[in-house]
T-cell receptor, first 112, second 114 residues
Framework: SQKIEQNSEALNIQEGKTATLTCNYT??????LQWYRQDPGRGPVFLLL?????KEKRKERLKVTFDTTLKQSLFHITASQPADSATYLC???????????FGTGTKLQVIP | ETGVTQSPTHLIKTRGQQVTLRCSSQ?????VSWYQQALGQGPQFIFQ???????GRGNFPPRFSGLQFPNYSSELNVNALELDDSALYLC?????????????FGPGTRLTVT
C-alpha cells in the first residue's frame, strides 16, 4: 500500500526565513499531490496541487516541487510569518483510484 | 470558511453503541469523502461517495458505513463502537476526486468512546 513520510514532526524557524517541508512516498507514483494546512481543532485547508507532469507550482509565498524520480515533494514558504504556524499535510491520489492518502503532517512554528 | 458543515461538533458514546455523524457539502459538490483523524496523525480515508454511490473505500471494517442523499449531504454510521474509534471525523466535499479535485473540509466531529 502507499506510504507517505513527512520529514519531521515539528519544524521551528525564524520569522522571515524560508521554511522547507518534505514529503516522500513509496510504491505507486501518484497522479496528483496536494498540500493542506491544518490549524488546531479545524479541518485541513487546501493550499496547492501539483500534477505528475509538473515540476513546480507557485502561489504567492508558497512553492511546491514534485520529483517523481526521487518520489518526493518539497513545500516552501518564503518570508515566513508567525501566522504561517500550523500543521502542513501532504496528500496524494493515485490516478484512477478514488482514495486520497495523507501524511502525518509537519508542525511548523515560526518564531518572531 | 469552506461552506462544509458537520454535526454534531462533539459527541461522547459508550463502547458497543452506534453513532451517526452528518455532513452538509459545499453547494454544487457531488462527491463527499470521510476521514478519521487520530490525535497527532494525518486523516485516514474511510470511504467516498459520488452521486449517492460508494466510490472507494479505505481499510475500515464494514461497521463503518455511509449514505449520500440526493441533495449531496451525507452520513457516516459506525456500529459497535470501540475505544479506538475515538478520533476527529472529517468530511470533505469536492466536484470530483480522481481528477485531483480540491477537497473542502468541514470542521469535524470529535468523537470520544468511553
Amino acid at each position: 500500500s502507499q506510504k507517505i513520510e513527512q520529514n519531521s514532526e515539528a519544524l521551528n524557524i525564524q520569522e522571515g526565513k524560508t521554511a522547507t517541508l518534505t514529503c516522500n512516498y513509496t510504491n505507486y507514483s501518484p497522479a496528483y499531490l496536494q498540500w493542506y494546512r491544518q490549524d488546531p481543532g479545524r479541518g485541513p485547508v487546501f493550499l496547492l496541487l501539483i500534477r505528475e507532469n509538473e515540476k513546480e507550482k507557485r502561489k504567492e509565498r508558497l512553492k511546491v516541487t514534485f520529483d517523481t524520480t526521487l518520489k518526493q515533494s518539497l513545500f516552501h514558504i518564503t518570508a515566513s510569518q508567525p501566522a504561517d504556524s500550523a500543521t502542513y499535510l501532504c496528500a496524494l491520489e493515485i490516478g484512477g483510484y478514488q482514495k486520497v492518502t495523507f501524511g502525518t503532517g509537519t508542525k511548523l512554528q515560526v518564531i518572531p | 470558511e469552506t461552506g462544509v458543515t458537520q454535526s454534531p461538533t462533539h459527541l461522547i458514546k459508550t463502547r458497543g453503541q452506534q453513532v451517526t455523524l452528518r455532513c452538509s457539502s459545499q453547494s454544487g459538490h457531488n462527491t463527499v469523502s470521510w476521514y478519521q483523524q487520530a490525535l497527532g496523525q494525518g486523516p485516514q480515508f474511510i470511504f467516498q461517495y459520488y452521486r449517492e454511490e460508494e466510490n472507494g473505500r479505505g481499510n475500515f471494517p464494514p461497521r463503518f458505513s455511509g449514505l449520500q442523499f440526493p441533495n449531496y449531504s451525507s452520513e457516516l454510521n459506525v456500529n459497535a463502537l470501540e475505544l479506538d474509534d475515538s478520533a476527529l471525523y472529517l468530511c470533505a466535499s469536492s466536484l470530483e476526486v480522481g481528477r485531483g479535485g480540491e477537497q473542502y473540509f468541514g470542521p469535524g466531529t470529535r468523537l470520544t468512546v468511553t
